[in-house]
């Protein structure tokens, strides 16, 4: 058995180390607007349903360094990217999920590129109007959730580029394609086709479950 001391672990392995370890993980493809109404679309693989009451979801968007960290120096200054910089502003995201067929545009939406560049052009996918909040939604998703923020946590800034805040949200709205839910109102995971991320470059799929019903004692 290895043991790791994680406050010892260096930035890079620590990544590596759990993100290969805590897996499949589910993708948000947010959507943000800056201030100034820039739009702004990435996927985000910190991110979950915390409660469905009230409705919360939690993602973790991240920043980057404004230098190269060099060895035996203080970490960097790190500046929120894009959708952490935009929930900041404007208090609004969505969230749109992504099914196997939209996995390689979702993926160029990744790119780490400046805000003057448009991710709906990189990623080839169409915005849809919300009813509640500012930002669009991916219409080519099977479902998306149009969603208010209630907090923002703001981690440890002293550790360099992969550093996150958690943002609370709270989803007003929620929008499902037609066919997309069974007889009993849930997501048909046969139609859904949902993909996840696994370590490094892997993503994974979910047409492959195991179904165990919960004990009654």
């Known amino acids: 058995m290895q043991t790791f001391d994680l406050a010892e672990t260096g930035m890079r392995e620590r990544a590596t180390l759990l993100e290969s370890l805590i897996y499949p993980r589910p993708i948000a493809w947010v959507s943000t607007l800056s201030a100034d109404g820039e739009p702004n679309l990435a996927p985000l693989s910190f991110f979950n349903l915390f409660s469905p009451a009230p409705p919360t979801i939690v993602i973790a968007p991240g920043t980057r360094p404004v230098s190269r960290p060099v060895e035996g120096e203080p970490p960097p200054h790190c500046d929120d990217k894009d959708t952490l910089a935009n929930i900041r502003a404007t208090g609004e995201f969505t969230v749109s999920v992504i099914s196997e067929?939209?996995?390689e545009q979702a993926n160029?939406?990744?790119a780490d590129v400046g805000?003057?560049?448009d991710e709906w052009e990189l990623g080839g996918v169409t915005p849809r109007p919300s009813a509640d909040v500012k930002p669009p939604m991916v219409a080519e998703s099977p479902a998306s959730f149009e969603c208010r923020v209630q907090q923002?946590?703001?981690l440890d800034h002293t550790r360099g580029a992969r550093t996150n805040a958690l943002v609370v949200a709270r989803v007003t709205m929620c929008h499902v394609a037609e066919?997309?839910?069974d007889e009993n109102g849930r997501g048909d995971p046969n139609v859904l086709r949902l993909v996840g991320r696994m370590g490094g470059p892997r993503w994974a799929r979910t047409t492959d479950w195991i179904e165990l019903a919960r004990p009654v004692v």
């Open 101 to 103: 067929d939209l996995a």
């Open 179 to 181: 066919g997309v839910l």
């Open 115 to 117: 805000p003057e560049v």
């Open 108 to 110: 160029a939406t990744s």
């Open 152 to 154: 923002v946590i703001d």
